[in-house]
């Protein structure tokens, strides 16, 4: 397996689990702040590798009046104070290629939304800036169709390639894990990431807006450990129940320390790491 690395993060290859965590959105500069603050402390208590992730712009909200993010440049401007004050590299999601040229002068990992994971153009413009590329696999594909999505990453020269799952579509406003999909990815040799918290989500479970169910977070990410992947993203809050994004399929900050020790646990005894 490739492996790929995020300033000083080391993704796939046989190193530890890595840690992809942050609200879904950034609220406002004082909360992207804290959140930074606080999971670099449980990050640190649980000794393992953290990406920042908070998102400047929700471009795909079921609603008009959803909220979006403060935009990229406010955005951009508050990931940067996030990465240069607390050390921590951030990763952030794009939806058009004309955000490219300010986006990959601040993020560390550029994400490819799921929805938009089959957009040629987007996909090249984001690989040519050499970046690590985290794409979300499509709620609507296979894991085997993600083979010709790395091949258009790979064609501009960048095998900074991270493949991430977060639920196939199952009915109307509904998603499951086939845990499965781990392990075919993992056939392409690029870094695998589990997303915990879209797998939970319901897309426009609430009408105007999508829901979750959070409850199942934990047991989805502990299997996903189990079976085997090279990091777990989970987006958290504080108050999971006022953010203004994605509340609904959000871990309450107060208990990913403990979900990731354990995590890190069966992460060791699948992969026979020793116990430091």
Request: hydrophobic share 40%; with cysteine; charged share 25%.
């Amino acid at each position: 397996m490739k492996e790929v690395i995020v300033d000083s993060v080391k993704i796939g290859a046989g190193n530890p689990l890595v840690l992809i965590a942050g609200p879904c959105v950034i609220e406002n500069e004082t909360s992207a702040l804290e959140h930074a603050r606080l999971i670099k402390k449980v990050a640190g208590k649980a000794g393992i590798p953290l990406i920042y992730k908070s998102s400047y712009d929700k471009a795909n909200r079921t609603s008009i009046d959803s909220f979006r993010g403060p935009g990229l440049k406010k955005g951009l401007k508050i990931l940067k104070r996030v990465k240069e004050e607390l050390k921590i590299p951030v990763l952030s999601d794009i939806h058009t290629q004309g955000e490219i040229k300010e986006a990959e002068k601040v993020l560390d990992v550029i994400q490819i939304p799921a929805l938009l994971c089959r957009q040629t153009d987007l996909l090249l413009a984001a690989g040519r800036t050499g970046k690590p590329i985290n794409i979300k696999k499509g709620q609507f594909l296979s894991p085997e169709d993600m083979e010709p999505i790395i091949k258009k990453i790979a064609s501009t020269g960048n095998e900074n390639i991270l493949l991430t799952e977060r639920g196939s579509c199952f009915g109307y406003r509904n998603l499951i894990s086939d845990f499965r999909s781990l392990v075919i990815m993992g056939k392409f040799s690029y870094p695998v990431i589990y997303d915990a918290t879209h797998s939970v989500q319901l897309p426009g479970g609430k009408g105007s807006v999508s829901g979750g169910k959070r409850e199942f977070i934990k047991p989805l990410a502990l299997a996903a450990s189990a079976v085997g992947c090279d990091g777990i993203f989970i987006e958290v809050h504080q108050h999971p129940e006022e953010a203004l994004c994605d509340g609904p399929n959000s871990l309450p900050l107060a208990e990913l320390l403990e979900l990731i020790q354990t995590i890190k646990e069966i992460d060791r005894i699948t992969h026979g790491y020793k116990k430091s």
